[in-house]
């Protein structure tokens, strides 16, 4: 483990509230969601509802010997001439927060993509399926993992935070704006909000012009209940309108 990487993990460790319940054995990273947290989204293109969206905590799995948060995010839904269909998967280290894997299956219009990305926070490398190893930051993070990511952080208002940790090197920094605070109402009820803008250096819904704001419950869980951005052929709203919490002891149910 090299230098920087040893300071990261230390300054990640003092930043996050200690370890988990269970953290004396475990040594996890205390975070705000855990296996089985479901939050289901219908997705509107204006006033119209056109599909739906989900994020869920799928499992915990082995990467490489080091346990992981499997996540999914996905988006399917359109208008007429122009379907979407986005699936992201991402694995991160329960201990570091580190991403170890994601996958991309994007089905936009009528361009389909799948990659896999192997990350390799230890010897500084990502590696694209069937192409040669690339360098990757430190403590790095993927798409997916990024909106976890974000749960985990303080949030406030008028700040914004900067970090170099999107596993590809040249799309950093990452800002997060923190824009207001505000009372939002959804399918799923009425929240009290944090609005925050992320804003990634490449294409797609959080790239500058795409001007994403996510609302975040303004309480520990910071549970996405809102996303409005704006595409090419106009802005792609996800609404919260179901939530099923993690049990209230995750790790039992964990892969072994």
Do not use: C
Not at 78 to 97: A, C, F, K, N, Q
Not at 130 to 154: A, E, H, W
Request: hydrophobic share 35%; aromatic share 10%; proline share 6%.
């Amino acid at each position: 483990m090299n230098a920087a990487r040893r300071l990261a993990l230390a300054l990640v460790a003092l930043a996050m509230p200690a370890v988990a319940q269970d953290g004396a054995s475990s040594g996890r990273v205390v975070v705000p969601f855990g296996i089985g947290e479901r939050a289901d989204y219908s997705v509107k293109y204006g006033p119209f509802s056109v599909g739906s969206g989900l994020m869920e905590v799928v499992s915990m799995d082995t990467i490489r010997g080091l346990e992981s948060w499997h996540t999914i995010f996905r988006i399917r839904g359109g208008i007429p001439g122009y379907r979407v269909d986005d699936r992201m998967e991402s694995w991160m280290d329960t201990h570091t927060l580190e991403s170890l894997r994601h996958r991309q299956e994007l089905s936009e219009g009528s361009r389909e993509r799948a990659r896999q990305f192997e990350i390799y926070p230890d010897r500084g490398t990502y590696v694209e399926e069937g192409n040669q190893p690339q360098p990757t930051v430190v403590l790095p993070l993927d798409d997916g993992s990024f909106l976890y990511f974000l749960r985990t952080i303080p949030l406030e208002v008028g700040k914004e935070y900067s970090f170099d940790r999107y596993f590809r090197p040249d799309r950093n920094p990452v800002r997060i704006q923190v824009l207001r605070r505000e009372r939002v109402s959804v399918p799923a009820g009425q929240f009290d909000a944090v609005v925050v803008r992320p804003i990634i250096n490449a294409k797609g819904v959080f790239s500058e012009n795409g001007r994403a704001e996510v609302w975040l419950t303004d309480d520990s869980r910071r549970l996405m209940v809102q996303m409005k951005s704006h595409l090419k052929f106009g802005s792609l709203n996800l609404y919260l309108k179901s939530y099923r919490p993690p049990p209230a002891d995750s790790s039992s149910l964990a892969k072994r």
